[in-house]
């Protein structure tokens, strides 16, 4: 069962990856370079997840092309967006809620590589209305 607790233990992990790659790698590369290291520390660390993941939108009962993908979705309950910016734009945080909510997420998180410190100015986490619905423990 997802708890809220779990779900917070997750997320560290999935940070402490984030940092592990930004520490080998440094600040100043291309997005899709991050990505596929990312992936590469997940596995090593086995944390299961999916890549690219085609996030639907259902419109009045009709699936619609909208062609949303998230970069990746950790145990299917977190999301996990990555950037390679050098700052991060208020549209990157509503897109990461909206696929949270399409996947009925309860938690997600923007990761920005292009810094100097992922932990205090590199990320941001976020929850919604699925969170509080979760056990705490």
């Known amino acids: 069962m997802i708890t809220q607790k779990y ?7 999935v940070i402490g990856a984030c940092i592990e790659v930004h520490k080998e790698i440094g600040k100043g590369l291309l997005e899709n370079v991050y990505h596929q290291c990312l992936k590469e520390e997940l596995r090593c660390r086995n944390i299961i997840f999916v890549s690219e993941m085609k996030v639907p939108l259902i419109y009045k009962g009709k699936e ?9 979705l950790v145990e299917n309950c977190l999301v996990v967006e990555l950037k390679a910016t050098s700052e991060l734009n208020p549209i990157y945080e509503a897109q990461l809620m909206t ?6 997420a309860p938690k997600g998180i923007l990761i920005n ?8 100015e590199g990320q941001k986490t976020f929850v919604n209305e ?3 619905l979760l056990p705490k423990f």
């Not at 696929?99 to 009925?104: A, C, P, S, T, V």
């Not at 590589?113 to 205090?120: E, G, P």
């Open 7 to 13: 779900l917070d233990e997750l997320t560290y992990n």
């Open 64 to 72: 619609i092309n909208a062609d949303f993908k998230c970069d990746l």
């Open 99 to 104: 696929y949270m909510k399409l996947l009925k």
């Open 113 to 120: 590589f292009n810094c100097f410190n992922i932990f205090k």
């Open 130 to 132: 699925y969170f509080k």
